[in-house]
Structure formats: C-alpha cells, structure tokens
C-alpha cells in the first residue's frame, strides 16, 4: 500500500513534469538568422525605450516614418517623402502598409503613436519630441508636425524608438506590453519565445517590400560573451554584437568583422559646481582628468584599435570638428603639474557601472585617473537605470555615451540649465548663447556657431571626451549581405541580410 | 501515519504562510520607493506620486497583503516591473526547465552519490575509500560555476560532444534536449552527489557496525544481501534528509548554472530579475522555489516515516 | 574523515576508560586538517597584509603589458588591463575574508543570543524562535543573497548582512542544543548547592562548551560565504567593479580564454583551496572534539611479546588450560587476533585456548574490555574489519574454521554456531518484521519454503514462549520489550539447531526481573537441546547459575579456568577473587566497595609482566617482569600467577 503511495507520488510529478514540458514549441525553419545578444527585450513599445542595446529586439517589428542607413543617414521607410520648414515637417505616408494585426497604417496611426510618446510616460522619449506641437492629419495618407521651436534634429530621432510606429489597436489596448505589434518584415512570434532567453520573429507574409525579407526567421538569444563564441564555434549562430576587445579573438577563429562607427563617449563632469567634489569645480583639474586620459593606448589596448580618440565631440571631417580646439590630449607631466597648481594631491569620486561592457570602459580609465591621484569609484547599479543614475545628482561625474548626434540636441541633453543630464543646474552663459543663436539658423551658417560650442564645452572640461568607441559585429560566413549599424553598439540591419 | 502527514501538512502551511508575509514585505524594503525601479529613466516625482496611487501603495499593509496571496493563489504574482509582462507567463515558461534540471540533477547526485557512499563503505580506510573521501571533500570545495565552465570548456568547446549553451524543448527533440541538459545535470549533481556520499558512507559504516548487522552475518546471511536488505536500508534513514537538502542547494546552485550555459529557467531568470531589481519576478521565484523546497521537506517526512517502522505508528 | 580511522574502540573496550591526550594534541597529530590550518592562517594574515606583501598594486595598470604569462617579475601572469594577477590574488583575499567575517560574525551576533534565548527560557519562546528558524532554513544562501540585492541593489553589504541572516538559523540550534544538555545538567548541580538555578552558573557551563563546536560550524559556514560571495561577484552582482575579488576576477577571466586561458586558473584554484581548507579544518576539528577515539590517536608502545610465546607452551597444558581436550565439540587453541594501526600492530587476543564439550556450558567470565566478546567474533571469523585472527585455530567437530573458504564459513554460521547479543533491541534490524529476522537464515541454511520457514519460526517463538507468535512475527522490533526481543533473539540463534550457541552476556541489559526467567529458559533449552553454549558474562553469579566451567580472561589472556564450582570456592586468581568480590550478595557478606580499583588497559597499553599487576594487591616485583604463564595447579584448575601456590587469597572468603 505504502509503496503504491510512493510510486504514485513518483509518477505524478513525472507526468506533471513532462506535461510542463509539453508546452514548449515546435520545429524550427530552414531559414533562420540566429543571432548573439547580451541583453533580453524590455519593454515591447518602443516609446519606453531608450537604450540602444535594446534596439536589436524590437528591429524585426517595428519601422519609423524614416529609415535609416548604415551611416545614419534617413531614408524613406513609412513615409515616401516629407518636406520640412521652419515650423513643419510634411510627410506623404505609404497606403499599403498594414500592421501584424491588420489595422491599416494612415496619418490617424501616426498620431496617435506621437500622442503615446507625448503623454509623459517615458520622460526621455517625451523630451525628445517636444518640439513637435502639435500633429494634423491632412489625410489618410498626409500628416503634419507643427513645430514650436527648431528642431534640427528632429527626424534622425524619428528613426528610432520615438519614431517606431505601433498599431493604435495594440496601444489602445495594452497588449503591446505582451507582444509586439508593428508594421515590420517580421513579426514575434511569442509561442516559441523564451523572454529572456531567445526571442522567435517569423516572416511577416503581409510585408509591403517582400524584397527585404532574406530570411523566414529570426532568432535573437540572449547569452554572454563566452557563449556567443562557443555558438559561433558550434555553428549555432550567424551573427553576433561584440565588445571591440574580442576582435582579436574572433579574427583569430576566422569570422568576418564588422565595425561601424561606434557611440562617442565621454566621461561626463556633472558637478562643476563643486556641490559634492570641491576639487570637480576647477577647471584646472577638469582639465587635468583630460591630460591624464591615454586615449590612444585605451583605443589601442583596450578596444584592440577598434576605435578613434578624440578629446572633442565632433570628429575629423564632421562639419562641428573644431581645429582650433587646445591640445587636450594625454600628458602625464602637464595633468600632475596642473593638479599640482591647483594644491589637490589627489580625490575620491563616485561613478556607476551596470555591466560587463560599461566595465570595460569604466575600469581603463580608472586605471588611468590612479596615476595622478584620483580614485574614481565605481559602483554597480542595476541594468536600466543609467539615465536616472546621470540626472540623479548623487554622481559627480560618470562615462556616458553621447547618443545625440546634433550639436542641438547634444546642448539639450547635456548642456543647458535644464538639461535631463545636467543635475546640479550648472550654466554656462556663453554656451547658451551660442546655442540659442545657432538654433535659430539654418544649418549650414549654424555650424560655426556649434562647433564653437562643442570646442567651449571640452576645453572647460564639462565633458572630457574619450572617442567614439567602435563596437564590432561578428559574422559568420553562412550570414551574407550583413551590414552594421553606425553609433549603435552591437546593432545590425535585419533587412536583406540572408543566410545559406 | 496519517497523524504524521496530517501535522507535517499543518507545520509547513505556517511555514508557508510566514514566508509568504515576508516575501511579500520585499516590496516594501526597498529604500525609497519600487515606482523609482518601475519608472526606472521615466522616474519624476510626478510620475512616482501617480504610480504609487495606481500600484495601491497608499493602502494599509494587511489590505495590500491580503489582495496580493489572494492573487498568488490564484497564480497571478502581478507583472513584471520592466516589460509589464505577466509574472505568470515568465513562471510558466521556466519552471519546467528548472523542474527537469532538478529532477536530472537530483538522478544523477543520488546515483553517484549512493553508489560512491556503499562502495567506500565497505572497505573504510581502503584506497576507494581514501580517494573517494578526498574526492568528496574536493566536490564539496570546488565552486559549481567554476566547474561548469572546465566541463563545458573540454566537453562542449574542445570535444564538441555537447551544445554548449540553450535549451531544446523535450518536445522538439528528446535527444538534443537530453544533450542539452547533460552538463548542467553534471555540475549541479556532482556536488550534491558529493555531499550524499560523506553521508552515506558515514550512515553505512555506522550501520554496518552495529550489532544487527552483525547479527546478520553470525546468522550466516550472505554478505551482499547484510549489505543490501540491513545496511542500505537502515543507512538509508538518515540519508534521504540528506537527500531532501540537496532539493535547496541543487535550486541554489541552479541560480548560476543556468547562467553559465544559458538554459531558460527560473535560475537565470532570477539573476537577471535581480541585476533589474524586477522584484515581482523576484517574489514569483522565491515562492515557487520555496513551495518547492517544503513540499520536498514534507515528502521526505513522510518517506521518512514510510521508510523507519518506528514513525509509523504515530 | 572521522570515519575512516576505525573506531576501533567500540569494540574492544570502553572508550571512556581512556585517558584521552589533550585537544590540541590531538587535533595536530592530524596532518591534513593542520596543513588547513596552516593554510588559512596564511591567508588571514595574507589578507591582512595584502598591502605590504603584495609585489604590485593591484589596481596598477599598464597597458603595454597585457596577458603577460607567469614569470618572475609577474607571478601569476596579468591581466587584461596588465594588472599583477598575483597582487589582484593577494587583494582578492581581503574581499573573501571581509565578506565571510561580516556574514559570520552578523550569524554569530544574531544566532547565539537567540538560541540562548530559546533554549534558556524554553517553552513558547523556544517554540517561536525555533518556527522562524525553520522558515528560513527553507531558502539557500545564495537566494537570500540575491533577494537582499533585488531588494537594496548590488554590493555585497547587504547581501552578506543577508546571508548571516540567513545563516543565523544554524548558530540558534547549535546554541539552543548546548544550553538544553547544559541546563539539564547545572540544574540537578546548582539546586544541590543553593537550591535555585542560576543563570551564571548556566552560562559559565555553556561557554567553554559552545566555543568548539562554534568554531567548527564557523569554519563550514564560512565555506559557504566564501562560495556565495564568489557566485554575486561571479554574476555581478558582487564586488564592485576593479575591485580584486576571486569571484569577478573569475567572471572576467572567461572572455579572454583565447588571449590568456590561464587568467581561469588562479582565482578557481583560489577559491577551491579556501573552501577545501575550510572544510577539511572543521571536519578535522569537529573529529578531535567527537566522542570517538580514532587509530590515529593510539600510539602503541612496542610491545615485547612475540607470537611465538603461545607455540612455546607445552602442548599439554594448552590441551589443559581450557578444559577437555579431544571430546571437545569447539576447541580453540593458541588463539591471537591483532589490529593495525599507524605506528603497527596491536594484540587484543593473546593465545586464547578453550574447549567445550557437547551439553557443556562453559563461562567465559571478565569485565568489560578483557576480550570476551573478541573471542567469540573469533571463533565467528566475524573480527571487525581491520582486525584479523594471526595465530591459532577455531575447530567445531574437528574442522579447522580459519580454513574455511568464505562460502563454507557461511553455511556454519548461524547453522551450526549460533549466536545471542547482549543487547536485544540492537542485535534486531529495526526496519525489518521479527518473522524475516528469524525466517532467513532458515531459508539460507535449510533451503525452506517461505511457508516452511514461517511454520518453523511459530514453533521457534513457541518455544522461547514468545505468546501470539503469528501475529508477533508480523510485527517490529520496537515493537518488542526488552526480554520479549530477547526471547526473539534466541529463536533465531535456535532456528537451525545449532552445534554451539555463544551467548555474549544475553541478560546484562534486560530488566532485573526477567533476566532469571531468559537465563532459565537458555538452560531448559541447552538440556533439551543437548548443544554445547559458550556463555560469556561480567557476572560470577550469574555464571555459577548457569555454566559447568569457566574460564576467566583479563587484558586479553585467560587468567584462570576451572570447574565453576572451584572458581567460586576457591579462586587462585587475584583477579578471580577480585571479581568474586565484586558480586553483590558478596559485597553485602564482607561489607566493602564492590569495585576493583582502575579499569582493564587497552590492549597498546597493557603493562609488561602479569597484565593485571597495576591493580592487584598482592603484586610483587616478580609480576613486573616476565610474562606469566598459565599453569596447572590442580586437575582442570588452571592459573596465570606467579603466587599461585602461596595461598594468598585463602582467607579472604
């Protein structure tokens, strides 16, 4: 009888188990582009999104009113053409788009996403648009953004999460915070996703460019460095996002490498006031944490050359790159003769790190800052909360990558009074003037103006620029026609991308 | 019997709701405010004054603990902070994965660890017996996630016998799946399997020693069955607690194993949660895995009285 | 590894009779737990002067010095960033250390009080107390860690102040376990003296009594930190970013396998060695503080004896010495058994000769570590593992059994000798229904039916006039009193009518009052039986009652045999005498202390000349010297003393 009971328990957790695991997926497609990843999805509405790493998953599902090329450049995507003035942006939406629910793409589906974006609940993507007043729908097939104030930058931020388009019907009802509903070549499919772990997109039969499509599945998995080559060496993936420091490794394997220009980066002085770090208010020693910074050997070293130093914002050949811009670059002798000048043998200051690749970029240069006496400490935060740990004022400086590519929008973010990134409320009359007065022209007089600003900004040491860090995606040779995404670590064009 | 199961039952629905209260009370831990980890970069105090509204913080405490088990048992542990994801879903998906991680695991620790145990016993002080104590103790030592990352560098990496990462479902492919989970099964049952042996080894020579066994063998009783029927069954006693333990320590090790060769269950789900501070999840998987470890303690009381006559005639 | 020194002890003496060597004594002589210690002293004082020891600072970069291998100026190697892999190791101590201490010592903080809390005050304190305890000796360690991390975000403050937490559960049994047995004892001592019990009496008891065990349960749990601190730092969720730490270093070390495959190698192999250590400190500790007395604390002395000592006696009176020769059902002739140990062999049987006639009763008559029970695992070829018979013979019905293969041994075994215990309830297999006990050496030996058996077993327990015998065989040993299971215990040893029963003093634990009526019964069913008993005792009496003859053993050495009746009336053996003495209807007659002072040596530390010389009165410097040989003073009658034949002892009765 007691044994009875026993087996009886036995067997029942046996068939409870299995029937657990009878709820798992089924076979997979031929076609399939696996890809590496170092972090699972967040949110599935764009809107809520900001990180760039976080693009990758929501690529497959979602596309913007404009497009975006390899170098940054827009490209006619939902909307064939627009027309911008002064104070409006005209596009001519397309009309044979229909999102993976079937409600139909029209000028009524653009305002309603910019209404989602607009009500506030994501502060950052909010800010982004706030030059847009107002949204009219001309017709189904015509929408207008009024503007309030320039907007230079405005539709290289439509190319991504603010201007990802999600079907009015999922916003309405929530369910975009289950699975994600947008206009994309392929769509998720949430039966076979392991959130998390491995994210299944399937073809999208109802795309209107069909041309695009190389592959009748995507496969995102979510897994560390060290997997990423073992998948690589088992041939369980075709693609993958790398930190530069791996290339070595990778070309040592035999796997091509793409490396795209990569996100400037710059460790970021908030406390120039001195609220909390005394010694951060004297631009002597702003200046010295430049001199003491050996960016060549970082990018040389650490990046394994998958990188261009830079102590300004704007690099060569970019119409804001500053010639006459000081000598900010590495020089021991000057950096402990400038501290030494300003009577500080050394400091302590905090910063924050969220991961292994932040790490990587924090722990250099701490190294580096050692050598005249400063000890920047760096402590772990939890994955998500970078921008709020920047604006939260309880950090004096941190390194952050500068994701605005205009000198407006870099001015908006990180430079002015009220800027999201500029907690202690620091001003700098000089710069505003500067950037107030360039907003106001046109783009081609205007770029003296910023690249005054940009210099300013560097040599009084607000930002003490590192480079643009170059990230590398690792392919492999089954994967063709794979092209990277520029100032986007690890990201790549899903479109056209085909595998043997 | 019945009298035994019936106070087991009881102890460990206290047991259960205590923890429960105190899992629930996470949430209200956190210094400043869970809207702050909600909101994450969306946090002003605009939004955190709303949320805080919206999420019923305001309400007394046993209010919000009485609506909250009223939803756990009904399987619904909220959403999860960062993609507002049912917590349930994320549950679903991953405990079986865990589930058959702890089920090969626990295989594999009481294969090993019974075996390894009876055949040291035998002969204590021999070199079986030496090597297997030593091994024992180096198993104990060494730390699971190291060892996974020797096991999956030679046999995954250099050997490729096995993938060296993810998880085939049992449904799509049996025999992918059973390779899939070969390593993982190893590096968390090696050193639970470790842990069994010392303790039977300990509980056989015991046993062996004592004046029944050799009762049994002055009455002539063949040797292999004074071991079988007199030694294993008594030493099995106080093993099978030992074997209950390792239902905690298999889930605890589970936690980083997972994230070594990225199998998509609770584990790795937990370290994730935890990295985001996504603290519904958090509370799921410390519910989940407690109900686990006290329906294994109340399985192994009530085995316990099944195996020692001396307990079943409470 | 307490287990795999024997505890050879148990059987062959009373351990507490032992004057054990000191702690420390003991806990160094044991060379794998010291070289622990050794190791973690090192690495406390590693962690201490990590500064001053370390060759380079450990946050030091140079970048022009990457995934260097070992060599002199880098021990270990660096790193990716061309840090000092040795130095980081160094470094790396003080997080291990500091993050152990702190969940440790918030354990101990917490833990200790409470289980003196629960276990002082007891009642519905305790019951609280102990109910939380259990609530969280559900979740692991590492669990506890990451929701103390989910909840206040990384850093390993939290997480290890979390851990101890967690951990303190262990402290509060351990605590409230001692003050239990403490406060049982100081109760019935102070209310001797004062009448109340006091707590600082209590507490003065229970601190020398905690410290070793604390220290023990410290150093495993400790291990355990070590690896909890290593799987956050390993996920990230530990040690701070730069910060040298096993874990993270560990973590790190995977992505730059194909650059540096060693950077694996130093931190696992760190942290291995610490927990090893850890562990294999306190399981060494913890075996030097058990009750149990391992080979490795025997330190023999050389003994002077040889073998040899039993093939020079005179055939004769080894023929003499244990009675009847020729017509003996069972003869055992110069008899030896040794055990090993580290520093060599000991002797526990010393030239045993004895015999015994069919329908004899012979007592084998000592106190507790003379080697009775020895002699009859010997005559078994039962001796416990490590021990082995190295001289001498063991013949039933003229059989040499030392020949005998494994196989054929078996089948005499509980065929034609049987055996009965002193101690019922644990000579019965408690999980295991008295009817199998008894069924399966039936099965074995005569090759019955399951039905035959069980018919048997009904008459058997009839027989030993167990009442109910069906329903009794159904049922368990616990389920059984103590002469009820006895009773059991001699049907089975009678199951296959055997040649030779040995009963090894199969009434010393029952209740006074059955004992008479389980020693009659053992001599109805000798008689009806006609089989031949070996009957070994501590009791003079008890073997006047029952035996024909008796053979008396001390240390090892049969001292005197002869027909009970002479050793009764007449001892010539002091030892003899001394037990005599120590009967109570004789201790009532001459009024004095029954006990005969001092105990039997252990077999490595028996004295050389006569063994029992240190506790005999009438010793001479004679008896110091030579071996004494065993002599015949009368017919059957023979002793082991050198004043044997000066009456010594004449008067005293």
């Not at chain 2, 702890?102 to 070199?127: C, E, M, N, R, W």
Request: proline share 6%; with cysteine.
């Amino acid at each position: 009888m007691k044994k009875k009971l026993g087996m009886s328990l036995l067997t029942g957790v046996v068939v409870l188990a299995m029937l657990f695991a009878m709820a798992g997926p089924a076979m997979a497609a031929k076609d399939t582009l696996r890809v590496g990843w170092s972090v699972p999805a967040r949110k599935w509405n764009p809107h809520l999104n900001t990180a760039v790493m976080l693009l990758g998953h929501l690529e497959p599902v979602y596309e913007g009113l404009v497009g975006e090329g390899p170098k940054g450049e827009l490209l006619p995507r939902l909307a064939t053409k627009w027309e911008q003035t002064k104070d409006s942006i005209t596009f001519t939406l397309r009309d044979d788009v229909v999102f993976h629910d079937g409600t139909k793409f029209d000028a009524n589906a653009v305002k309603a996403n910019i209404a989602d974006v607009q009500s506030g609940r994501y502060p950052p993507n909010a800010k982004k648009l706030i030059a847009i007043s107002s949204v009219e729908v001309i017709d189904a097939t015509h929408i207008r953004f009024h503007l309030n104030r320039p907007a230079p930058s405005l539709l290289y931020t439509l190319q991504r999460f603010a201007g990802l388009m999600v079907s009015p019907a999922a916003l309405k009802s929530n369910s975009v915070d289950k699975v994600p509903v947008g206009t994309g070549p392929w769509k998720l499919d949430p039966k076979r996703t392991i959130s998390g772990t491995k994210y299944v997109y399937t073809l999208n039969k109802e795309y209107w460019d069909p041309s695009v499509q190389g592959v009748a599945e995507i496969e995102i998995n979510v897994l560390s460095v060290e997997q990423q080559f073992n998948g690589f060496a088992s041939g369980e993936l075709e693609v993958a996002g790398l930190h530069s420091a791996f290339v070595p490794r990778a070309k040592a394997a035999g796997y091509k490498i793409l490396s795209p220009e990569g996100p400037h980066e710059a460790l970021h002085i908030y406390d120039r006031t001195g609220k909390i770090v005394p010694e951060l208010a004297d631009p002597r020693i702003r200046r010295a944490l430049s001199y003491a910074i050996d960016r060549k050997a970082f990018a040389r070293v650490v990046l394994q050359g998958n990188s261009i130093p830079s102590t300004q914002r704007y690099l060569p050949g970019s119409q804001w790159h500053s010639e006459e811009i000081e000598d900010l670059s590495y020089n021991l002798k000057k950096a402990k003769e400038l501290m030494a000048e300003a009577g500080v043998k050394g400091f302590t200051f905090d910063t924050y790190s969220q991961d292994a690749f932040f790490d990587m970029m924090n722990e250099p240069i701490a190294g580096m800052l050692k050598k005249i006496g400063v000890t920047m400490n760096i402590k772990s935060i939890p994955i998500g909360q970078l921008f709020v740990a920047a604006s939260s004022g309880k950090y004096a400086a941190s390194i952050m990558p500068l994701i605005e590519r205009h000198p407006y929008d870099f001015y908006q973010a990180k430079l002015a009074p009220d800027a999201f990134m500029n907690p202690f409320k620091y001003e700098d009359k000089e710069i505003d003037a500067l950037a107030k007065k360039a907003a106001r022209m046109d783009e081609k007089s205007a770029a003296p103006l910023w690249t005054e600003m940009s210099r300013l900004a560097a040599e009084r040491g607000y930002l003490i620029h590192i480079g643009s860090v170059h990230f590398a995606i690792m392919v492999s040779k089954r994967a063709k026609n794979v092209k990277g995404r520029s100032f986007s670590p690890y990201n790549i064009f899903f479109r056209g991308v085909t595998v043997e | 019997m019945i009298r035994l199961i019936l106070t087991r039952l009881i102890s460990s629905v206290g047991i259960f709701i205590a923890l429960s209260i105190l899992i629930f009370l996470l949430m209200y831990l956190v210094p400043g405010s869970v809207a702050v980890i909600i909101l994450d970069d969306a946090a002003t105090p605009e939004n955190i004054a709303k949320l805080e509204a919206e999420l019923g913080l305001d309400d007394p405490l046993p209010t919000q603990y009485a609506r909250w088990i009223v939803n756990v048992s009904k399987g619904d542990f909220g959403t999860s902070f960062l993609n507002g994801r049912p917590v349930r879903d994320d549950i679903i998906e991953k405990f079986p994965v865990t589930l058959w991680l702890l089920i090969g695991a626990l295989v594999i620790a009481v294969v090993f660890g019974l075996s390894v145990g009876i055949l040291a016993s035998l002969k204590p002080g021999s070199l079986l017996d030496r090597s297997s104590v030593l091994l024992v103790t180096l198993g104990i030592s060494i730390p699971n996630f190291w060892l996974a990352v020797l096991l999956s560098m030679l046999f995954a990496v250099k050997l490729g016998w096995l993938p060296v990462f993810g998880y085939t479902p049992i449904t799509e492919d049996p025999i992918l799946w059973f390779k899939s989970m070969l390593l993982p099964w190893f590096s968390l049952g090696i050193v639970s399997s470790t842990l069994i042996a010392r303790q039977m080894r300990g509980a056989m020579i015991e046993v062996l020693n004592t004046d029944y066994v050799r009762a049994a063998r002055a009455s002539g009783i063949p040797e292999h069955w004074v071991v079988i029927s007199n030694g294993i069954k008594n030493a099995m006693i106080p093993v099978i607690t030992v074997i209950g333990f390792q239902v905690p320590v298999i889930i605890g090790g589970s936690l980083i194993i997972e994230l070594v060769f990225a199998t998509p269950g609770l584990g790795s789900l937990t370290i994730q949660s935890v990295l985001d501070q996504d603290l519904p999840i958090v509370q799921a998987v410390l519910m989940v895995m407690a109900s686990l470890v006290i329906l294994t303690n109340l399985v192994i009381d009530i085995s316990y009285g099944w195996l020692n006559p001396k307990m079943r005639v409470l | 590894m307490s287990d795999t020194s024997l505890t050879i002890s148990q059987s062959i003496a009373d351990e507490d009779f032992l004057e054990r060597p000191s702690f420390w004594r003991r806990f160094s002589s044991q060379t794998v737990p010291m070289i622990a210690m050794i190791f973690l002293v090192i690495l406390i004082l590693t962690a201490i002067l990590a500064p001053w020891i370390a060759p380079k600072d450990p946050l030091e970069q140079d970048l022009l010095e990457v995934f260097l291998g070992p060599s002199w100026e880098h021990l270990l190697g660096t790193d990716n960033y061309g840090r000092d892999v040795f130095s980081r190791i160094i470094f790396g101590s003080r997080v291990t250390v500091q993050a152990g201490l702190q969940a440790v010592c918030f354990a101990i903080i917490l833990g200790v009080p409470l289980g003196l809390i629960a276990g002082y005050v007891g009642g519905r304190t305790d019951k609280i107390i102990m109910w939380i305890n259990d609530i969280f000796f559900i979740l692991p360690a590492l669990l506890i860690a990451l929701t103390a991390i989910a909840v206040m975000g990384p850093g390993l403050t939290y997480a290890m102040a979390a851990v101890g937490f967690g951990m303190a559960t262990r402290y509060i049994r351990l605590t409230r376990g001692v003050v239990l047995v403490e406060r049982e004892k100081t109760y019935v001592e102070s209310a001797k003296v004062t009448g109340i019990q006091t707590p600082i009496i209590l507490f003065r008891h229970i601190l020398p009594n905690i410290f070793s065990p604390l220290v023990v349960q410290t150093s495993l749990l400790f291990g355990i930190v070590i690896l909890v601190e290593a799987a956050l730092s390993f996920v990230g969720a530990g040690a701070p970013v730069g910060q040298p730490s096993w874990g993270r270093m560990l973590s790190e070390s995977r992505y730059w396998i194909s650059q540096q495959p060693f950077l694996v190698i130093p931190p696992g192999l760190a942290i291995t060695f610490t927990v090893l250590a850890l562990n294999l400190f306190g399981d060494g500790l913890r075996d030097v503080m058990g009750r149990k007395i391992t080979a490795t604390d025997i330190k023999v002395q050389k003994q002077k004896r040889s073998r040899s000592d039993a093939a020079e006696l005179p055939d004769e009176i080894n023929e003499k010495s244990g009675g009847s020769g020729a017509d003996s059902i069972l003869s055992i002739r110069g008899l030896e058994v040794k055990f090993p140990s580290i520093s060599g062999e000991f002797t526990v049987l010393d030239n045993i000769n004895l015999g015994i006639r069919k329908g004899e009763t012979l007592g084998l008559i000592g106190e507790s570590g003379s080697g009775k029970s020895m002699t009859a695992w010997a005559v078994m070829n039962l001796v416990p593992f490590p021990g082995k018979i190295t001289n001498g013979t063991v013949r039933l019905e003229g059989r040499n059994l030392n020949e005998l293969t494994r196989k054929q041994m078996r089948s005499i075994r509980g065929n034609k000798i049987a055996m009965v215990f002193q101690d019922p309830l644990s000579a019965l297999d408690p999980v295991m229904t008295i009817g199998r006990q008894i069924c399966k050496p039936l099965k074995i030996h005569k090759n019955m039916t399951k039905r035959q058996a069980r018919e048997r077993a009904v008459e058997l327990l009839n027989l030993v006039r167990v009442p109910e015998p069906h329903r009794r065989l159904d049922e368990y040993p616990h389920q059984f009193s103590g002469g009820m299971a006895q009773r059991a215990v001699i049907a089975r040893a009678l199951a296959c009518n055997p040649d030779v029963l040995i009963a090894d003093e199969p009434t010393t634990a029952l209740d006074v009052s059955i004992q008479g009526q389980v020693l009659e019964l053992m001599q109805d069913i000798q008689e009806k039986l006609g089989m031949a008993m070996l009957f070994i005792t501590h009791n003079l009496g008890v073997a006047a009652d029952v035996c024909h003859r008796g053979a008396v053993m001390y240390a090892g050495q049969i001292v005197e045999t002869g027909k009970i009746d002479d050793l009764i009336e007449n001892p010539k053996h002091p030892y003899t005498a001394a037990l005599l003495m120590a009967m109570p209807e004789n201790v009532q007659k001459i009024n004095r202390l029954a006990d005969i002072k001092g105990q039997v040596p252990l077999p490595w530390a028996w004295p050389q000349g006569c063994r029992f010389h240190p506790r005999c009165e009438y010793a001479t410097d004679q008896c110091t010297k030579d071996n004494i040989e065993l002599r015949e003073i009368a017919p059957n009658h023979t002793v082991r003393c050198v004043r044997s034949t000066e009456n010594i002892l004449g008067e005293r009765l």
